[in-house]
């Protein structure tokens, strides 16, 4: 593909932009599902500058980053729209927040029903099985589960590439 352009990917985050040789290229925005997107420049698929913003408008800041830190704790809405009052609590950005199914928990893309294993998104469609296993990106640790999600143990994994691994 050479030119201007709109890919949509598998995860049904769409691209809008230029592309060369197949690759973005040039500027071009990511639009993902949650309605959050990312405005960037890139050179041979390869971001060079950008932006990302959430779906409630808030932007990341590479550096200086204050939103939701010790200094300032509140989340963006109450930024923008003002503190609840005395005895009603916000408990997330979100407001009104999901309203998570009794038993699970909420994963950030759907919720997860332990006794099911199952990962769903919030319309209820199947995202994915819950594997025993995981290697975190963030600290290359394999958690080793047992039944009901348990952790078991962990083993530090020296490899520098992150990856999911489920069975």
Known sequence: MEGSAE?????DTRYVGDMKDGMFHGEGTLF???GSQFDATWEKG????????FADGLQYEDRHWHYCDSYDRRFHTEICF???PSG????????????????????G??????????????????LRNAGRCMLTP?????????????????????????????F
Request: charge should be positive; hydrophobic fraction near 30%.
């Open 82 to 84: 003002g503190l609840k």
């Open 32 to 34: 993902f599902p949650s």
């Open 88 to 107: 009603i609590s916000q408990l997330t950005n979100m407001d009104p927040p999901r309203k998570i199914p009794p038993g699970c928990y909420d994963c």
């Open 7 to 11: 890919y949509i990917l598998p995860t």
């Open 138 to 166: 963030w600290t290359h640790f394999l958690f080793i589960c047992g039944a009901g999600g348990t952790i078991k143990g962990w083993l530090r994994v020296p490899s520098p590439e992150p990856r999911y691994q489920g």
């Open 46 to 53: 390869l971001v060079v500058k950008g932006k990302y913003t």
């Open 109 to 126: 893309d759907g919720f997860y029903n332990p006794t099911t294993r199952v990962i769903k998104d919030y319309r209820n469609r199947f």
